[in-house]
């Protein structure tokens, strides 16, 4: 069974940066693709970024250019550095495992706990 635990959540202001971490066991890991989603309240939980396990990498349009995933197969974690945060990013960030399904990434594991992140001043 894999197992998912996401952490590095916080509350941080306009324009500050976090580093999430995603640690997954239960898996062969390098071999398996890897997405970060968020949910905001009263809203449906959508994609940010995924990499596969030859390090592509694809990007909501909303966070290209200022979000950065990224894996370290030696540790089973994958990470999502968040730069230039706006309130609009404010959400529980979840990690999954996923799949390329005819050109949509779908997930492939029971959710996680989250880990929130809200952007205030």
């Known amino acids: 069974q894999v197992q998912l635990v996401e952490s590095g959540g916080g509350l941080v202001q306009p324009g500050g940066s976090l580093r999430l971490s995603c640690a997954a066991s239960?898996?062969?890991?390098?071999?398996?693709?890897m997405g970060w989603y968020r949910q905001a309240p009263g809203k449906q939980r959508e994609l940010v970024a995924a990499?596969?396990?030859?390090?592509?990498?694809d990007y909501a349009d909303s966070v290209r250019g200022r979000f950065t995933i990224s894996r370290d197969n030696a540790k089973n974690t994958v990470y999502l550095q968040m730069n230039s945060l706006k309130p609009e990013d404010t959400a529980v960030y979840y990690c999954?495992?996923?799949?390329?399904?005819?050109?949509?990434?779908?997930?492939?594991?029971?959710w996680g706990q989250g880990t929130l992140v809200t952007v205030s001043s």
């Open positions: 239960g898996s062969i890991f390098s071999i398996d693709s």
């Open positions: 990499i596969t396990s030859g390090g592509s990498r």
């Open positions: 999954n495992r996923v799949a390329d399904v005819r050109g949509t990434w779908r997930t492939l594991e029971v």
